[in-house]
C-alpha cells in the first residue's frame, strides 16, 4: 500500500507492506507483534527535525490488520490523563480518543477514521509504550 505522509510541510510518498500482527498482552500491557519479517526504508531525511507533539489534526497511527480492525496506537511514552470515549462510541474522523502526556506536555490521540470503538485498552493513570495498541476500532 502506498501512502502520502506529509511531515513539517513537506509531502513524501511511502509504500508499505501488508503483513500480518498479533496483539498479545504481555503482563496486561497489550503490545502489536509483526510475524512476517519485512523491509522498513526511511522516507524521511535523516536532517528532518523531530516533532515534539500530536496535534488534534494528526491522526493517531493506525496498525491495519487482516480483518476490518483498526488498531489505534500510541505514538510515544508516556501517561494516559483522559480517555474521551467508551466501548460502543460511534467516533468521526478527528475526534479526541484520549490524552497521553508525555515530557509535561498533553497529547491528544484522535480516531483516524470514522468507526465504533470496540475495545479500550488503557484506562486513566496507566503508562503507554510507543507502538502499543489504546483502541480498536470497527
Not at 35 to 64: F, G, H, L, R, W
Amino acid at each position: 500500500m502506498k501512502y502520502k505522509v506529509s511531515l513539517n510541510g513537506k509531502d513524501y510518498l511511502v509504500e508499505v507492506e501488508r503483513g500480518e500482527a498479533r496483539i498479545l498482552d504481555i503482563a496486561d500491557t497489550p503490545v502489536v507483534v509483526a510475524t512476517s519479517a519485512s523491509k522498513i526504508a526511511d522516507a524521511t531525511e535523516s536532517t528532518a527535525p523531530q516533532s515534539s507533539s500530536i496535534s488534534a489534526s494528526e491522526p493517531a497511527p493506525v496498525a491495519e490488520t487482516i480483518s476490518d480492525e483498526i488498531l489505534v496506537i500510541s505514538p510515544m511514552p508516556g501517561s494516559v490523563i483522559e480517555v474521551s470515549v467508551e466501548i460502543g462510541d460511534q467516533v468521526q474522523k478527528n475526534q479526541k480518543l484520549c490524552v497521553i502526556e508525555a515530557m509535561k506536555m498533553e497529547n491528544e490521540i484522535v480516531a483516524p477514521k470514522v468507526g465504533t470503538v470496540n475495545r479500550i485498552l488503557i484506562e486513566t493513570g496507566s503508562k503507554v509504550e510507543t507502538s502499543q495498541v489504546l483502541f480498536v476500532l470497527i
